[in-house]
């Protein structure tokens, strides 16, 4: 089974024999790289919802609940010093009770906390006897200020113990909406699991569904999980290891035309994105010191930026009069071109003035007993990467499925077609050589690749990620072809099911500037999937950052799957925690639908007839046309 980078599990370790009326669970809940704190982990018995039970995890992402089984179950749900029930009623408009239950005598309080963690109102209560007690919060801060509608927390403590429980407050300013509050990053996205079971006869068996949400913005981002069908009888440990959230759109962009990247302006603009890729050869190659200087200038401008590195295995440049290219040089010592028949070197194209090598197992070794793939690795290492430390990304240009050119790869005086399955293996497994040879000089790096197909076995789990040149915008993009758009998205969704980060896939549409509806088109194409997204303005080139209004959208978390069916009339459609993206595909003409109340068009200044700010309750779009609606 195929093993992703990000993933999703949990474990169960059985520690104790069951007690006839309370369980315990504890855990863990983390990402792959860090622990996630004030998660909201709420189990809920499976045959009765009103028992629900939940906790926050703390700085370490450690939780503990306590679970009522047995007999003398009570509302309140909790075992312990003290019980704390749910507010009633849920959700409130006026005010809501909150009551709780105290074994012993105590000192509490009971602090209200928002969607973020941060404390809203606080009832510092002082000594109490036991028994049953209550506060009334009527959705007022502790400045007497009516706080927004949305998710809340409340928190019952008693010297170092404490209970939490979640509400919902539907009066307050702002929208109604609870799942866009602060631009909070909880989603409805789930995901099911297989069934927990641990079960003996004499034992007390109760089903339980889990539900683990992201409360605090500052803590990782993380998608809410909901994990059914889950059979506890007897104390547990439960680890959770959650997945990352994604937050759109996440923008890319690939720079490697004629720009300074000392050039603070350009910086600047590069900045601005979530992933670029940089050419430092030969337009701006510059020292190693330079290099990272201008890397850690981008960086220290956005700490969170992923930057690459572009390199190129299959073809390379021969300027006869520049002796100075060690990279020509090695490859003419070595008789690394790729030649015909004839004995002449070949080209794929001759726009860019570069000639096609022979990287594969047929060329001979050099003195070291590596042949091109190996070398060059080892060579862009020394002078790229190692100097460079800052890169994340080793980016990887040409990563074709099979030969582009007619030649005589294993010198037999005969040409190999691009037809020949035998040489397109081998010309696989020389592209997946430089790879393997890459990860063992830089353990950790990811490896991107600008790829048309991952689904052969020698590129299977080989890349981090891909870069989908020109999908849109070119004669020979897949979108212009006759069933082009559902064929590029299949080919989009194939492989981001292929490279080993399924995030890391960059959509890339070519045209111009100004053209806006063909922009959206692209934009809102690659939004329908998780990856990022890069335009390049087909007249300048790819060195120039182009910044469009709905860059500034911030849409938040996606709230569907992406989808492989059609919406309505042809349409697509995904929603996200603060909008949804609509997608006219080529073909299929001019469309009109009811959009869902609380929908409206941003005001933008690019395409003012399109971006007005008005409500939308239909919506007419052209084919190869996209728009982003943002809630109300």
């Known amino acids: 089974?195929?093993?992703?980078?990000?993933?999703?599990?949990?474990?169960?370790?059985?520690?104790?024999?069951?007690?006839?009326?309370?369980?315990?669970?504890?855990?863990?809940?983390?990402?792959?790289?860090?622990?996630?704190?004030?998660?909201?982990?709420?189990?809920?018995?499976?045959?009765?919802?009103?028992?629900?039970?939940?906790?926050?995890t703390d700085n370490m992402g450690n939780y503990n609940i306590g679970l009522v089984t047995g007999i003398g179950e009570n509302k309140f749900g909790i075992p312990g010093d003290f019980q704390l029930g749910q507010n009633y009623p849920n959700p409130f408009a006026d005010e809501t009770v909150?009551?709780?239950?105290?074994?012993?005598?105590?000192?509490?309080?009971?602090?209200?906390?928002?969607?973020?963690?941060?404390?809203?109102?606080?009832?510092?209560?002082?000594?109490?006897?036991?028994?049953?007690?209550?506060?009334?919060?009527?959705?007022?801060?502790?400045?007497?200020?009516i706080v927004t509608a949305g998710i809340y927390f409340y928190r019952l403590q008693s010297g170092a113990k404490t209970q939490v429980n979640k509400m919902v407050f539907t009066r307050g300013a702002g929208t109604g909406n609870v799942l866009a509050i602060n631009n909070s990053l909880i989603s409805s996205n789930s995901l099911q699991t297989g069934r927990i079971e641990k079960s003996d006869a004499k034992d007390d068996v109760k089903t339980y569904n889990c539900r683990i949400e992201n409360t605090d913005n500052t803590a990782p981002k993380i998608l809410t999980k909901e994990i059914n069908g889950i059979k506890i009888s007897r104390d547990t440990t439960i680890n959770f290891e959650v997945t990352k959230d994604y937050v759109f759109p996440r923008l890319a962009g690939m720079n490697i035309g004629e720009q300074k990247y000392d050039n603070k302006s350009y910086q600047q603009s590069l900045a601005k994105l979530d992933l670029i890729i940089l050419g430092f050869y030969k337009n701006w190659r510059g020292s190693a010191t330079a290099i990272r200087t201008a890397v850690q200038e981008i960086k220290t401008l956005n700490p969170k930026l992923l930057i690459g590195q572009y390199t190129v295995l299959n073809e390379a440049k021969d300027y006869q009069n520049d002796a100075s290219d060690d990279i020509r040089k090695k490859i003419t010592d070595e008789g690394w071109w790729l030649l015909n028949a004839a004995g002449e070197k070949t080209q794929w194209t001759a726009d860019y003035k570069a000639w096609e090598v022979n990287f594969t197992s047929y060329a001979t070794p050099d003195s070291d007993g590596y042949r091109y793939s190996e070398w060059i690795a080892k060579r862009n290492y020394k002078y790229l990467f190692e100097p460079v430390p800052e890169f994340d990304i080793w980016y990887f240009d040409n990563v074709f499925h099979k030969q582009r050119v007619i030649a005589d790869f294993d010198s037999d005086g005969i040409d190999e077609d691009t037809s020949d399955t035998n040489i397109q293996k081998i010309y696989r497994q020389g592209m997946a050589v430089e790879w393997e040879t890459v990860r063992d000089l830089q353990p950790g790096i990811l490896c991107m690749g600008n790829v048309n197909d991952l689904s052969s076995v020698e590129y299977a789990e080989k890349l981090d990620g891909a870069f989908l040149e020109a999908l849109i915008g070119k004669e020979w993009s897949i979108e212009s072809r006759s069933n082009g758009w559902k064929d590029m998205m299949n080919r989009y969704r194939a492989v981001i099911r292929d490279v080993i980060d399924p995030g890391m896939v960059i959509f890339n549409v070519h045209g111009a500037s100004d053209d806006y509806a063909?922009?959206?088109?692209?934009?809102?194409?690659?939004?329908?999937?998780?990856?990022?997204?890069?335009?390049?303005?087909?007249?300048?080139?790819?060195?120039?950052?182009?910044?469009?209004?709905?860059?500034?959208?911030?849409?938040g978390a996606a709230i569907d799957t992406p989808p492989t069916t059609s919406w309505r009339n042809g349409l697509y459609c995904r929603h996200f925690q603060n909008g949804m993206v609509i997608v006219n595909p080529k073909g299929n003409s001019t469309q009109t639908v009811t959009i869902e109340p609380g929908y409206r068009r941003f005001q933008g200044t690019q395409d003012p007839i399109v971006n007005n700010g008005t409500a939308v309750t239909t919506l007419t779009l052209n084919e190869r046309d996209g728009i982003i609606l943002i809630k109300e």
């Open 1 to 56: 089974m195929k093993m992703i980078r990000i993933t999703y599990s949990f474990l169960i370790l059985f520690t104790a024999a069951i007690n006839s009326q309370n369980i315990n669970i504890s855990g863990n809940v983390s990402t792959p790289d860090s622990a996630v704190k004030n998660a909201m982990i709420t189990f809920t018995n499976a045959d009765d919802a009103s028992k629900s039970y939940a906790a926050l």
């Open 98 to 145: 909150i009551n709780y239950n105290l074994n012993k005598q105590a000192e509490v309080s009971v602090t209200i906390y928002d969607i973020l963690g941060r404390e809203v109102k606080k009832f510092r209560i002082g000594e109490q006897n036991a028994g049953i007690h209550g506060v009334i919060w009527d959705g007022k801060n502790n400045f007497g200020q």
């Open 518 to 555: 063909l922009f959206r088109y692209g934009l809102c194409s690659s939004l329908l999937d998780n990856g990022y997204f890069c335009y390049t303005d087909s007249a300048k080139g790819y060195d120039i950052v182009a910044w469009f209004d709905e860059y500034d959208i911030q849409l």
